[in-house]
């Protein structure tokens, strides 16, 4: 059975940091590309980033880049993502979804786990 | 960074059909792939159609997309009120390189 678990987000100042997590289960995970995506409360889905299944290619919002670096450990199978200079309009529910939605629709999606960005 | 539109709020009777479009352009809807993801209220979203027509295991019929040129159609046949939810379309942009979702379309069942 397929399975993405996010974790590790939580209350942060602004300017602050936070890294996330994705554990993942039930795939080949070096296979697939992973990705991002937030939804801010009664809004829609953001696209915010994904990451090729070896690493070597990342894809960034205009909104995010240069303050987030999504990463992963394929020993771990395990998706990061590292946010700082965080600001009040990055408060989220950040979800992770296996696949790029390119080549590989998000056929998985963890439960989310909310950001907030607030003094 | 580009948005797929999409209107929103769609609303027909049980046992009706709704169709949900999906507007991009050349360089997203126009070269790639549409999928479809469901949201039920207070949970992730969940694929419905992937590779414009597809449906994963488990989705129904009732369930069906079609795409042309630079937009995407969500049909849904038989509504039933456990179908009220947020469907969203998206694919990805190719320039610039990046994911893009629709602005999503809320579905009431009458």
């Known amino acids: 059975e397929v399975q993405v678990l996010e974790s590790g987000g939580g209350l942060v100042q602004p300017g602050g940091s936070l890294r996330l997590s994705c554990a993942a289960s039930?795939?080949?995970?070096?296979?697939?590309?992973m990705t991002w995506v937030r939804q801010t409360a009664g809004k829609g889905l953001e696209w915010v980033s994904t990451i090729s299944g070896n690493g070597d290619d990342t894809y960034y919002a205009d909104s995010v880049k240069g303050r987030f670096t999504i990463s992963r450990d394929n020993s771990k199978n395990t998706l990061y993502m590292q946010m700082n200079t965080l600001r009040a309009e990055d408060t989220a529910i950040y979800y992770c979804a296996k696949g790029s939605g390119r080549a590989t629709p998000h056929d998985y999606w963890g439960q989310g786990t909310l950001v907030t960005v607030s003094s | 960074q580009s948005v797929l539109t999409q209107p929103p709020s769609v609303s027909a009777a049980p046992g009706q059909k709704v169709t949900i479009s999906c507007s991009g352009s050349s360089s997203n809807i126009g070269r790639n792939y549409v999928s479809w993801y469901q949201q039920l209220p207070g949970t992730a979203p969940k694929l419905l159609i992937y590779e414009n027509n597809k449906r994963p295991s488990g989705i129904p019929d009732r369930f069906s997309g079609s795409k042309s040129g630079t937009s995407a159609t969500l049909g849904i046949t038989g509504l039933q009120t456990g179908d009220e939810a947020d469907y969203y379309c998206g694919t990805w942009d190719t320039s610039p390189s990046a994911g893009v979702f629709g602005t999503g379309t809320k579905v009431t069942v009458l």
């Open positions: 039930g795939f080949t995970f070096t296979n697939y590309a």
